[in-house]
T-cell receptor, first 113, second 115 residues
Framework: SQTIHQWPATLVQPVGSPLSLECTVE??????LYWYRQAAGRGLQLLFY??????ISSEVPQNLSASRPQDRQFILSSKKLLLSDSGFYLC????????????FGPGTRLTVL | GENVEQHPSTLSVQEGDSAVIKCTYS??????FPWYKQELGKRPQLIID?????GEKKDQRIAVTLNKTAKHFSLHITETQPEDSAVYFC??????????????FGTGTRLTIIP
């Protein structure tokens, strides 16, 4: 069966520090991968998605970037965090078709101080 | 691109009564409509979905209806229980063969079940 992992689970970082969040998927090949951010009490904001290795689509221009170095690995990065980057970061995957069920990872709760 | 609107933003229901959440979408090419439940501090979990070739789908106390002509779909929860309290998100997507590889989510409905 398929499993999605995210780490770390929680993170507290100072303003201006770098960020690296990792997401990996097991039990499937060539998944579509997604990064979402959820501010406290708010909805799901799609940040990036990827349909293959090295293929990244950005939804919201900001100080974040994403990379997909391997088929089942998706990384979210920042060179300098802002206070507004605080939130709950969720990785998700679907099968090859976008109409396959989208499954979310457990999330990383990021607090920028 | 797709736009999904969800109403109401908050909903309080007496335990045992029914709850209905409604969503509208803009892209007539959309053909897959999932609903997610998110409990506090947890990840969203799929609770039911519907594809455009059917008008209604049921799973125990949960049902979803789809009206493609009007471009709206609804979540119905009957005999509500305290554990139904959560935030519910609707979403829509089309066919990735036409370059649509992503879900568009509604803004969420906070459902509170009053004991």
């Amino acid at each position: 069966s398929q499993t999605i992992h995210q780490w770390p689970a929680t993170l507290v970082q100072p303003v201006g520090s770098p960020l690296s969040l990792e997401c990996t998927v097991e039990g499937t090949s060539n998944p579509n991968l997604y990064w979402y951010r959820q501010a406290a009490g708010r909805g799901l904001q799609l940040l990036f998605y990827s349909v293959g290795i090295g293929q990244i689509s950005s939804e919201v221009p900001q100080n974040l970037s994403a990379s997909r170095p391997q088929d089942r690995q998706f990384i979210l990065s920042s060179k300098k965090l802002l206070l507004s980057d605080s939130g709950f970061y969720l990785c998700a995957w679907t099968g090859v078709s976008s109409t396959d069920t989208q499954y979310f990872g457990p999330g990383t709760r990021l607090t920028v101080l | 691109g797709e736009n999904v609107e969800q109403h109401p933003s908050t909903l309080s229901v007496q335990e045992g009564d029914s709850a209905v959440i409604k969503c509208t979408y803009s892209d007539s090419a959309s053909n897959y409509f999932p609903w997610y439940k998110q409990e506090l501090g947890k990840r969203p979990q799929l609770i039911i979905d519907i594809r455009s070739n059917v008008g209604e789908k049921k799973d125990q106390r949960i049902a979803v209806t789809l009206n493609k002509t009007a471009k709206h779909f609804s979540l119905h929860i009957t005999e509500t229980q305290p554990e139904d309290s959560a935030v519910y998100f609707c979403a829509a997507t089309g066919d990735s063969n036409f370059g649509n590889e992503k879900l568009t989510f509604g803004t969420g409905t906070r459902l509170t079940i009053i004991p």
